[in-house]
């Protein structure tokens, strides 16, 4: 058995793939976990044991990008390159069915609801489709925002909402019955994002990035948007007193903290593409922005706004700086 620092390894490793593994899912009483490959197969795994349950599971053509278990441990979903999604038996290890298909390109994240009556998938078409797990059939239509490819789908853990995230460096939130989006991208990222999953209790989306870093939002703030709230003040820091005084000349309207985008170029762009200042190009990638409650790496840069003015209001700082000398 092979040790580091960070603990024993409980096995050998489970080979039975003749190519790359690309994702895994286990069961929820944790007995079985399930694993797609480049070899075109998915393979159930006994989780005491490591032995695979059984022949490959055939029926894709092309690299199996993603997959799923249901919550009662009964079925799997996953998503190829084929441009299709499969239901599958866990026991028997057939396909119920035939292919979920409306993706015009490779199927790369899917996901199923709590209650195991829905799919989400997401593809390479920079579309969300839902599901419906029994029929086999799209319920409306693509869910259309992201202008890139979809790296990952999930469900909230009420059912409610779905979370993605995609190579345009955004994270969505969308109405689970109504397949609109709530609020603005979740806008911080400076490459492609690989993953957005919910915390257990509902409150945080958490993201991963081609840019090296991990967000942790606070999913309330973006959720109040649709329900009429009040979100909290401005912040790109963690620091209270640093944050915006001032939000409604900063961005039109206090309750959008979403709306702010930052560019390639490290600008930081509000409303109607409104350009509000200017960050250097070797702290942006790193750094707080609106919503964030962490950001891994743990130096990230953290902005204090308790002075900042913009706009007509730019004469406050001379203004204040001549009360101070005085």
Same mark, same amino acid.
């Given at each position: 058995?092979?040790?580091?620092?960070?603990? $024993?390894? *409980?096995?050998?490793?489970?080979?039975?793939?003749?190519?790359?593994?690309?994702?895994?899912? #286990?069961?929820?009483?944790?007995?079985?976990?399930?694993?797609?490959?480049?070899?075109?197969?998915?393979? &159930?795994?006994?989780?005491?044991?490591?032995?695979?349950?059984?022949?490959?599971?055939?029926?894709?053509?092309?690299?199996?990008?993603?997959?799923?278990?249901?919550?009662?441990?009964?079925?799997? &979903?996953?998503?190829?390159?084929?441009?299709?999604?499969?239901?599958?038996?866990?026991?028997?290890?057939?396909?119920?069915?035939?292919?979920?298909?409306?993706?015009?390109?490779?199927?790369?994240?899917?996901?199923?609801?709590?209650?195991? *009556?829905?799919?989400?998938?997401?593809?390479?078409?920079?579309?969300? %489709?839902?599901?419906?797990?029994?029929?086999?059939?799209?319920?409306?239509?693509?869910?259309?925002?992201?202008?890139?490819?979809?790296?990952?789908?999930?469900?909230?853990?009420?059912?409610?909402?779905?979370?993605?995230?995609?190579?345009?460096?955004? #994270?969505?939130?969308?109405?689970?019955?109504?397949?609109?989006?709530?609020?603005?991208?979740?806008?911080?990222?400076?490459?492609?994002?690989?993953?957005?999953?919910?915390?257990?209790?509902?409150?945080?989306?958490?993201?991963?990035?081609?840019?090296?870093?991990?967000? &942790?939002? $606070?999913?309330?703030?973006?959720?109040?948007?649709?329900?009429?709230?009040?979100?909290?003040?401005?912040?790109?820091?963690?620091?209270?007193?640093?944050? %915006?005084?001032?939000?409604?000349?900063?961005?039109?309207?206090?309750?959008?903290?979403?709306?702010?985008?930052?560019?390639?170029?490290?600008?930081?762009?509000?409303?109607?593409? *409104?350009?509000?200042?200017?960050?250097?190009?070797?702290?942006?990638?790193?750094?707080?922005?609106?919503?964030?409650? %962490? &950001?891994?790496?743990?130096?990230?840069?953290?902005?204090?706004?308790?002075?900042?003015?913009?706009?007509?209001?730019?004469?406050?700082?001379?203004?204040?700086?001549?009360?101070?000398?005085?």
């Amino acid at each position: 058995m092979g040790r580091s620092k960070y603990g $024993t390894r *409980k096995r050998a490793p489970l080979r039975g793939h003749t190519n790359a593994v690309h994702s895994i899912a #286990i069961s929820k009483d944790g007995k079985r976990f399930v694993s797609g490959s480049s070899d075109n197969t998915i393979r &159930v795994w006994d989780a005491d044991t490591g032995e695979a349950l059984g022949a490959p599971l055939q029926g894709h053509t092309l690299t199996v990008w993603c997959i799923a278990i249901s919550p009662d441990g009964n079925r799997i &979903v996953s998503g190829a390159g084929d441009k299709a999604i499969l239901v599958w038996d866990i026991d028997t290890g057939r396909a119920i069915g035939g292919p979920l298909q409306g993706h015009t390109d490779a199927v790369t994240s899917v996901a199923i609801s709590p209650d195991g *009556k829905q799919v989400v998938s997401g593809s390479e078409d920079k579309t969300i %489709l839902v599901w419906d797990m029994e029929t086999g059939r799209a319920i409306g239509g693509p869910l259309q925002g992201h202008t890139d490819m979809l790296a990952h789908v999930t469900v909230s853990p009420d059912g409610k909402y779905i979370v993605s995230g995609s190579f345009d460096w955004t #994270i969505r939130v969308w109405d689970m019955e109504t397949g609109r989006p709530i609020g603005a991208p979740f806008c911080g990222h400076t490459s492609a994002v690989t993953s957005a999953i919910i915390s257990p209790d509902g409150k945080h989306i958490v993201s991963s990035s081609m840019d090296k870093s991990i967000r &942790v939002w $606070t999913l309330e703030i973006f959720l109040g948007q649709s329900q009429g709230f009040e979100a909290p003040a401005i912040h790109f820091s963690t620091n209270p007193t640093h944050a %915006l005084r001032s939000a409604s000349s900063f961005l039109d309207d206090s309750r959008i903290p979403a709306s702010v985008t930052l560019t390639e170029e490290g600008w930081v762009v509000g409303p109607q593409g *409104k350009l509000l200042f200017w960050i250097p190009m070797n702290i942006y990638p790193i750094m707080y922005f609106p919503g964030n409650s %962490l &950001v891994i790496p743990n130096d990230a840069s953290q902005l204090d706004l308790s002075h900042f003015a913009h706009g007509p209001s730019w004469q406050v700082c001379r203004e204040q700086a001549a009360a101070l000398s005085s």
